[in-house]
């Protein structure tokens, strides 16, 4: 099984990337600053959480790959994430705005030091099975904060609540406000349970990554 999600991976890293390089639009950090009104009032805020489709806190995005925020954002203007707060930002982004505000969260905020090649934390044992099952370091790499492409997300020290909301959401079928469609994401989350999900989102929320959450100078 891992051996086939394997290939599948690579595969979809190759059409990803095909894809990316052609269409590719090249974001200005300066300009990005500009354009972040909308994006500040809940990513903005320590610990801000919002209400849909659960309570959760809203995702660390300062330092996440801008290749990811940008196929993210992409993802809800085409209406493949279901969600639809974000799908109106989207929706009133322009290309280019979407690389210049994924160029300004790529840096902002940026940490100087490298990340161990492995996560100090150990899993649990049961914890370690379910990483192996679902062969996530296959695209998060082995410290879940360098992805084998840019387009994924690095998701060490991610809230967990987020997380889980965020895997449980590509089990999901058939719902015009809530899901997301991933064949490949879909296709592992939905060997788990969702107490399995949890536990896999409060190891990965645990450990050291990049992401975290600059408050802006407005709410200073």
């Known amino acids: ?18 894809f990316s390089h052609a269409q590719e639009v090249k974001g200005d950090v300066k300009a990005g600053e500009q354009k ?71 840096q902002h905020g940026k940490k100087g030091a490298e990340l161990p090649a492995k996560p100090s934390r150990e899993p649990s044992v049961q914890v370690a099975e379910l990483l192996k099952k679902g062969a996530c370091v296959s695209c998060h790499g082995d410290n879940f904060a360098k992805p084998i492409d840019p387009s994924y997300p690095k998701i060490a020290g991610q809230h967990a609540d987020y997380l889980f909301v965020a895997l449980k959401s590509y ?16 296709g592992i989350s939905k060997q788990f ?10 190891y990965i929320g645990s450990i050291e ?12």
């Open 171 to 186: 089990k999901v079928e058939k719902n015009a406000n809530i899901g997301r469609n991933n064949a490949i994401m879909g």
């Open 209 to 220: 990554g990049d992401l975290q959450t600059v408050p802006q100078s407005r709410f200073r």
């Open 193 to 202: 349970t969702n107490a399995e999900l949890k536990a896999l989102a409060n």
């Open 36 to 106: 972040i009104a909308m994006c500040i009032g809940c990513h903005g805020i320590p610990g801000y959480q919002a209400s849909f489709p659960e309570v959760h806190k809203v995702p660390m995005i300062s330092g996440q790959s801008g290749k990811y925020i940008a196929a993210a954002l992409q993802a809800y203007k085409k209406g493949d994430r279901k969600h639809p707060t974000m799908r109106g930002i989207s929706e009133s982004l322009s290309d280019q705005d979407i690389a210049d505000i994924s160029a300004y969260y790529e």
């Open 1 to 18: 099984m891992n051996k086939t999600l394997t290939t599948i991976f690579a595969l979809a890293v190759a059409s990803v990337t095909a």
